[in-house]
């Protein structure tokens, strides 16, 4: 019976809740709800407080502080073929014939005969090759009087063609055995000749032959390339077809329709290689800057064809997200270097951004990688060295060893440097040691030749994880403190440290003010003094809310509105990943999805380039009033579990705070109950009662992100007490206290002793996402074979945890930033006021807008991305679901409503007399 009305109340109190929030449209309710009247979305109406859901006050003279100048940009990692096969404009696969095993067709990968041709690559010819770096070459024997040959398919889906276009054809080749024909290069549309051209006649060494191919057809689906020989015998490498209408024109280029998307997003820098790519699993593959610009097996720039960085003289890499373990492959994924590092710092000046190059710190990669290297190794000096090698790269004239190479590929003016990113997702004791070493070298190196490293500064790995979820997070910040000594100068340590974090977006709404000064401290001396840090300039390398939707894009523009308000803190920060394709994916979501033809922006890339084409200077004072989310109280079932561990539970009891009445307990006597559920775990046996207890019996891996747990009660009890006993066993942690569970999906639990029995703290499971409150951590570890008496006081928003009877946890989920809208208010050299509203609702929502020491023109612009459903996603080849909109509207002063859409991201442009 019991049973039966706790399911009936769960029924009545559901659809009272969604009653609610039909009428309120507070958070992510879903699709858009009915609406009161209100003027239409973008509809500019008489200043009226009583007529508007909120308030924003700006006072224009109340400058706050500068706005980082570098604040919004790109992070370019070649995962997804974003590299070979996507932004780089090369379009033959394999085309000096280096796969390798990985590859389905090894070191032929890509490639066919045609004609009745025979082709063989020779591997690893160093007597013949064409360089010391490039040692495999195809030698094609025809034995026929008409021409034979090879063809090449392309990248993943294969080669694009378009009509009247024309493309750019290379090949190193020679004659072999006193070869006297032709060679024959054909753009082929299935078994048609839609462009083609003649090499009249080959040398007996390797020579360098040149082809335009004009195309007389489109073709995104069948489209080769063919070259073919006379009877005899022939050696061919680096054979290669560039569209001649690359980004900017330039040659060994980029994709224009990829280029173009990166420049319209006006990106103040790009960080770039990588990402994991820099780390690799080892020296084989990790990312070498230096192999990108060609350097020989003595480690000095190697030279051929009488200059130095030649792309037919960089040695193939093997990228990270290949399959190491394959043999076959259909998409392998190698590195050719074709976009290196001296292209990544001239696509930087063509979008008109800085480049901030990324160098392996001396550890391969900490979750699947070797890990670090010995600091007395010749290894790791080594990756030492390549630091000053990079900035002489980047600096040096014609006359220094590196710099030089700069200058032969075309670019004698020094690259702009500000930054070295020193190692990737590096982090604990092993990073910072090496990090410390990196640095010491490059100080001693500024002192000794400030004019080649003036105005340089270092970047510091955070490690992986945001200040709420890895502990690494917070220990990087207690080792910079404890380096820095009386230091009050950060950038002494490091110009800023580098964090990543990707979260559901629920997280990014509760976080908007994470790095608000209350939590992330500006002062040097307190960086320690909250789990978010401090003191040290910040570099947001790698973000996304784990989605393309509109929904994630709603929460990643309301957390930008906080980078912008902190932009005095928040130095630069950037979306990863940033091109995703979809034949062969690493990694999703992604800023940008392509494929042969086709290029498309997720919603996430119009949040971001309306953040950034509208970026502002200056802070300005503004306050939002009526946007915070009222909390609901606490409720619903209770439970017990652990993780990593094995332990015993007695008397379970929920006692209501209101009346003292008994909601529910079990000693544990008889069979377990109706109001135990085990929707969270694999097999309800992992739970038994033994001797009056229930044990939970092994210490395996947990199933879910929750652990090993067991629900207790009814999702309507609120306002109780909740008391258990429990005495751990066996394994590596202590207990997991659910409270407040609503589902599986969709609660809160007490971690006591967790990250490895170090730690006590608050964690929220919503909608499957999980996230540390942060003002809920202490040190905490459990004794094995100790009962504990654990006591959990739920009353409306704020909960209390006492251990043996000593309060561990205080806190009230009304302190949660989690809002209906967000705002940011910047000012730039324009003069304009620049005011970006969010609004993550199902409603159109009015702002009344006051704006104080300012004379407003009636006219305004505003950009705005908007759509009318969270589940609102562009998909590639699609009509787009959301763009960035650009629209004028009118009857604007220094006061007056405006009326957002449901679901939208606005900028709205003031201009002043």
Known sequence: MKYAICQALKKFFASVTAAIVSLTGGGFGGDKTAEPVRPDA??????????????????????????????????????????????????????????????????????????????????????????????NYLVLNNNSDTPAGIANVGFLDGMSIEENAKYNFSVYAKGLD????????????????????????????????????????????????????DKGSVALDMVSLFPEDTFKGRENGMRKDLGEMLEDLEPKFLRFPG??????????????WKDSIATGKNGLPLEFN????????????????????????PFPCFMTYGLGFYEYFQLAEDIGAIGVPVINCGIYCQMRGRGPVDMESAEFKQYVQDMHDLVEFCRGDENTTW????????????????????????????????????????????????????????IYSAGASDG???ENYIKSYEYAKKQLGSSDIAADFAGATDQHYYNQPEWFLKNADYYDEKNYKRNVNEMTDTPYGGGLQVFLGEYAAKSNTLKAALAEAAYMTGLERNGDIVRMAAYAPLFGNLTATHWSPDLI????????????????????????????????????????????????????????????????????????????????????????????????IQNGKLVQTNTWMPYTETGMVAYYGCDEWTNYTYTVDATKLDGEEGFIIPFAVKDAQNC????????????????????????????????????????????????????????????????????????????????????????????????SKVFAVDVTNADIKSTATVHQVTGDSLANDNILGAKEDCIMEEFTVNGLSDEFNYTVPAYSVTCIRLERN
């Not at 070979?84 to 090894?106: I, K, P, Q």
């Not at 703290?761 to 004794?783: H, M, P, S």
Request: net charge negative; aromatic share 12%.
């Open 403 to 458: 710099g030089k190479v700069r200058v032969s590929l075309g670019h004698p003016e020094p690259f702009e440097l500000k930054y070295i990113c020193i190692g990737n997702e590096q982090e604990g004791e092993i990073y910072f040691e090496r990090y410390q070493v990196f640095l010491d070298s490059f100080n001693k190196a500024k002192a000794e030749n400030p004019e080649l490293y003036n105005g340089i500064e270092l």
């Open 748 to 843: 809160y639990f007490w971690n006591i002793g967790g990250w490895g029995n170090t730690v006590s703290c608050i964690q929220q499971i919503e909608n499957g996402a999980k996230t540390k409150l942060l003002g809920t951590v202490r040190d905490c570890t459990i004794e094995t074979g100790k009962t504990y008496e654990i006591k959990v006081v739920v009353s409306g928003t704020t909960v209390k945890c006492y251990l043996d009877g000593e309060l561990y946890v205080d806190w009230d989920l009304a302190s949660e930033a989690q809002a209906e809208a967000y705002q940011v208010v910047s000012t730039d050299e324009s003069g304009d006021v620049i005011i970006k509203l969010v609004n993550v609702t199902g409603t």
């Open 593 to 688: 999805w392509f494929n042969n033809h086709q290029v498309t922006g997720s919603i996430s890339y119009y949040m971001q380039k309306l953040f950034s084409v509208n970026a502002g200077t200056t802070l300005l004072s503004s306050d939002l009033e009526g946007a915070k989310v009222e909390q609901s109280p606490l409720g619903g079932r209770v439970g017990i579990g652990t993780w990593y561990t094995s332990a015993e539970f007695d008397n379970v009891k929920v006692v209501s705070n209101e009346t003292g009445r008994t909601l529910g307990s079990d000693k544990f006597s008889l069979p377990l109950n109706f109001w135990w559920n085990w929707e969270n775990i694999y097999d309800s046996n992992d739970f038994e």
């Open 468 to 470: 709420t979820h890895g």
């Open 306 to 329: 009488g200059g130095y960085g030649d792309i037919a003289a960089r040695k193939q890499g093997t990228n990270l997200w290949t399959n190491i373990a394959a043999t076959d492959d």
């Open 275 to 288: 990402g994991c790519v820099i780390e690799g699993y080892d020296y084989e593959t990790a990312y070498n």
């Open 42 to 135: 973008n509809t500019v109406t008489a200043y009226s407080k009583a007529d508007a859901d909120y308030t924003l006050g700006i006072d224009v003279e109340d400058e706050i502080h500068d706005i980082s100048d570098l604040l919004f940009g790109v992070f370019f990692e070649d995962i997804n073929f974003a590299a070979d096969g996507g932004l780089y404009a090369e379009m033959v696969v394999n085309r000096s014939f280096e796969f390798t095993e990985l590859a389905a067709g090894d070191a032929f990968h890509g490639w066919s005969t045609i004609n009745g041709a025979a082709a063989e690559v020779k591997i690893n010819d160093t007597a013949n090759a064409l360089n010391e770096n490039n040692t």
């Open 178 to 229: 006193g070869y006297g024909g032709k060679l024959y290069v054909n753009l082929c549309s299935g078994g048609e000749i839609v462009g083609s051209g003649i090499i009249n006649s080959l040398t007996a060494e390797w020579q360098k032959y040149s082809l335009t191919l004009n195309c007389t057809k489109t073709d995104f689906e069948n489209a080769t390339l063919q070259v073919l020989a």
